[in-house]
């Protein structure tokens, strides 16, 4: 499976964003998909991550309310659509899926064992 992340640029505070992800390969291995950021000098984190279905969302407590994180199953994509951004919220943001069984929940980075290429988000105040 290959993961190919797109829609990151440059915005203003309060400015929207809408990534993408396709899943090429076999996506059909596809369990849970999240995104995950990495900030300069930060660790990576999770910021959003849903499961197959689609009835089941994870946020991270500084993104709840502004991001919101879809899928289209039937054409292999993941969406995170950003509003209300803030200067913090720069980061490249990675898209990542489960595709082997563990025991991490949806909202454990440690589930998420396929990553794709980075797309940057930066946010100016």
């Not at 300069?40 to 991001?67: C, H, M, Q």
């Not at 990542?96 to 988000?121: F, I, R």
Request: charged share 15%; proline share 3%.
């Amino acid at each position: 499976v290959q993961l190919q992340a797109s829609g990151g640029g440059s915005v203003q505070a309060g400015g929207s964003l809408r990534l993408s992800c396709a899943a090429s390969g076999r996506p059909y291995t596809i369990n849970n998909m999240g995104w995950i950021r990495q900030a300069p000098g930060k660790e990576r984190e999770l910021v959003a991550a849903i499961n197959w279905s689609g009835d089941s969302t994870y946020y991270k407590d500084t993104v709840k309310g502004r991001f919101t994180i879809s899928r289209d199953n039937g054409e292999n994509y993941l969406f995170l659509q950003m509003n209300s951004l803030k200067p913090e919220d720069t980061a490249v943001y990675y898209c990542a899926a489960k595709t082997v069984p563990t025991a991490h929940t949806l909202g454990d980075m440690g589930s998420y064992n396929l990553w794709g290429q980075g797309t940057l988000v930066t946010v100016s105040s």
